[in-house]
């Protein structure tokens, strides 16, 4: 049998999703976050068909007769991905249907069918349809008059069989549920729900008066959602972004969902008419698109959600309640790093940028943007800084997938006040998380820095697990000037002190590393490579990783998502371990340890914004950052063995490709701990 060196990337993500759906059936996670892991694998999924499966079938169309490392095409690859998404799916609808509802139920959470109301409910809900739901609904005739209508991506759909009593005629309509509505509709008692589709299902007849309704079925469609640029052919980066937005709306369909009931007839119409397959099409039992079931988060029922954690303060930031500190000053006494989200986002980046913004003294600003909130507290920074005279110039990624319509309203709000935008770079989308802030003091001009894994996102910092080092470190200070003008203007051959920077530099950087923990370990030395990161899917990396291991180079690593090495194979990979730790958090940073990196016997850490993947290394401008203060290094070391101790929310790959989860003692559990580790060395802050 042949050795099996490269797991295919797409079943490695779905597998991703499958560790994210188990949090959902596990008894010790509370109720409500069950259900919400329910949403965010129903989500997850249709991210996956808008882009992953998308760019599958248009190999397949266009007769790409390459594979992939592992050796599928793109047609085998469809089929499987197919196999694993009915069954996760299925498992999906047995959890929500046999154990979550039901347990919800049991606590007085209902999910309530039109046929299980009362007549007061029933009244309630002929209110709201008539005054909230009937005004905003078009219904859609099909017939030799009336097209088949263009069912937009991700909608949620009534189809309707009727017939004309006079003429017997039998007819076709299309009832879209308003997406700007809520998934449920929730009932006086506030613990209550009942599908929207079925208040517009039980009302059918206002919409189409005098016909007889004979059936009607849900369906759901997913299109190719992926933008597909011709950035040098454009002119203006930012109308060729917004035209393709427009255009998403309008990509070929790649999935489309049904309700088992649903006759032959209706499935065979949808199937023409929205040019998609049998093996494009998927029957569920449950009630479609699960991913509204974030909405029970506002219930006031925290005894059936995590507990709530007070993001903390470290020290050195925390002036005491009436006074704030000047993060300046801090700074000049040594690098500060920051681990959200146990650190408070507010009091740390969000105020070093609004603190640069009024600072009569700080000349310029410089940032990029990849993802940010959509009421943002540091693009409001930014507006006041230009507003007051400073140079701001900011790097807004319109390319940042399914952002990128807020990404184009942020930039045309930091246009308008005198704000340098900068909207990208052709042919490479800017991922690094970087903040230059440029002060004049006494001793001359100073460069302070926020460098980080995680996006400036308020919203996200919340519930995202990431890193950042605030430092006025010369050497990085001017790697970052360097950084910000190759961005803004023009430049080859840019070199970098302290950065390791992608697409010029960090391949080479490290795999360099990883060959100097291979000299090391010929040399007798203790040689070692933990890497915490998103995904792992570059053979070239992969390929370096598996020598370092036959040469005798411990490995661990810790990956969130995807993974296309094989640990524990005889001989390939005998020293490699792999885990994912999913949970309450979304494990989001990268960290790179080397026990030699800075010569024998002594670690180098880097930090930054690049998983090992060939997008991250060849195609996305990344920076990776040393974290080298001793106490600094420590933390992250902490970090790295609180991750590898957990025997609660850990999942370990075999060398047959399969993710097991650890045996639970539950000594470590990663965010628990790490909550402990914040709280008792820093005061909360509200």
């Known amino acids: 049998m042949q050795e099996q060196r490269y797991l295919n990337r797409e079943l490695s993500w779905l597998d991703f999703n499958a560790r994210v759906l188990a949090l959902s059936s596990d008894p010790q996670v509370p109720l409500l976050e069950r259900a919400k892991f329910l949403a965010i694998f129903s989500q997850n999924l249709d991210e996956f068909f808008q882009v992953r499966v998308a760019g599958l079938k248009d190999q397949v169309a266009a007769a790409v007769g390459s594979t992939s490392p592992d050796g599928r095409s793109p047609a085998q690859q469809l089929l499987e991905i197919r196999e694993r998404v009915e069954e996760l799916t299925a498992r999906q609808e047995a959890i929500f249907l046999d154990e979550v509802a039901p347990a919800l139920a049991a606590v007085g959470v209902r999910f309530s069918a039109w046929d299980e109301l009362d007549d007061d409910d029933e009244k309630f809900l002929v209110d709201t349809f008539e005054h909230r739901i009937f005004p905003v609904l078009t219904p859609l005739a099909v017939d030799p008059g009336h097209p088949f209508p263009y069912i937009s991506n991700l909608s949620l759909n009534l189809a309707v069989s009727l017939r004309d009593p006079i003429t017997g005629e039998r007819r076709f309509a299309r009832v879209k549920v308003p997406d700007l509505l809520p998934r449920f509709v929730v009932m006086p008692d506030g613990e209550r729900f009942v599908p929207l589709e079925q208040v517009i299902a039980a009302h059918l007849d206002q919409l189409f008066p005098g016909m007889q309704v004979e059936a009607h079925d849900t369906f759901r469609v997913a299109r190719n959602a992926d933008l597909t640029l011709q950035e040098e052919e454009a002119d203006d980066l930012l109308a060729a972004v917004e035209m393709e937005l427009r255009r998403r709306q309008f990509g070929r369909a790649v999935r489309l969902e049904i309700t088992g009931g649903i006759t032959e007839e209706v499935r065979e119409l949808l199937q023409r008419e929205l040019d998609v397959s049998e093996d494009d099409t998927y029957r569920l039992v449950g009630p479609l698109d699960l991913g509204g079931l974030w909405s029970l988060q506002a219930l006031d029922r925290p005894e059936l959600k995590d507990p709530p954690f007070q993001r903390v303060t470290q020290t050195r930031l925390d002036a005491g309640k009436d006074e704030r500190t000047d993060l300046f000053a801090v700074l000049r006494e040594g690098d500060v790093l920051v681990h959200h989200p146990y650190d408070s986002f507010r009091t740390s980046v969000e105020e070093f940028i609004r603190q640069a913004s009024i600072d009569p003294h700080v000349l310029a600003?410089?940032?990029?943007?990849?993802?940010?909130?959509?009421?943002?507290?540091?693009?409001?920074?930014?507006?006041?800084?230009?507003?007051?005279?400073?140079?701001?110039?900011?790097?807004?990624?319109?390319?940042?997938?399914?952002?990128?319509?807020?990404?184009?309203?942020?930039?045309?709000?930091?246009?308008?006040?005198?704000?340098?935008?900068?909207?990208?770079?052709?042919?490479?989308?800017?991922?690094?998380?970087?903040?230059?802030?440029?002060?004049?003091?006494?001793?001359?001009?100073?460069?302070?820095?926020?460098?980080?894994?995680?996006?400036?996102?308020?919203?996200?910092?919340?519930t995202y697990e990431d890193l950042g080092l605030l430092t006025c470190d010369p050497a990085i200070g001017a790697d970052l000037t360097q950084l910000f003008n190759y961005l803004t203007g023009y430049g080859r051959n840019v070199r970098y002190e302290r950065l390791v920077v992608a697409p010029h530099g960090a391949r080479q950087g490290l795999l360099d590393l990883i060959d100097g923990e291979v000299r090391a370990a010929a040399e007798g030395l203790p040689a070692a490579i933990t890497i915490k990161l998103n995904s792992l899917s570059d053979v070239q990396m992969i390929e370096a990783l598996y020598a370092a291991s036959q040469a005798g180079v411990q490995i661990d690593l810790i990956v969130r998502g995807v993974c296309c090495l094989v640990p524990g194979v005889p001989g390939l990979s005998d020293r490699i371990r792999v885990r994912s730790i999913v949970g309450r958090y979304l494990e989001h940073s990268r960290v790179y340890r080397f026990a030699n990196g800075a010569g024998p016997g002594q670690p180098h850490h880097l930090v930054g914004s690049a998983d090992l993947m060939p997008r991250n290394l060849d195609r996305r401008v990344e920076a990776l950052f040393p974290v080298e203060e001793p106490s600094l290094q420590a933390r992250l070391e902490e970090i790295l063995e609180i991750n590898l101790a957990d025997d609660s929310l850990a999942w370990t790959l075999g060398p047959d490709g399969r993710w097991t989860h650890v045996e639970r003692f539950g000594t470590v559990e990663t965010h628990a701990r790490l909550q402990q580790v914040a709280a008792g060395r820093i005061r909360p802050v509200p």
């Open 365 to 462: 600003i410089k940032m990029t943007l990849y993802r940010t909130s959509g009421d943002s507290p540091i693009v409001r920074s930014l507006i006041r800084a230009a507003e007051q005279g400073k140079q701001v110039a900011v790097l807004v990624e319109l390319k940042a997938r399914f952002d990128e319509g807020a990404n184009i309203e942020w930039a045309k709000a930091l246009e308008t006040v005198g704000v340098h935008v900068v909207y990208g770079l052709v042919g490479l989308k800017v991922h690094t998380k970087t903040a230059l802030v440029v002060r004049d003091e006494p001793e001359g001009i100073r460069r302070y820095c926020h460098l980080g894994t995680g996006n400036y996102n308020s919203k996200t910092a919340r």
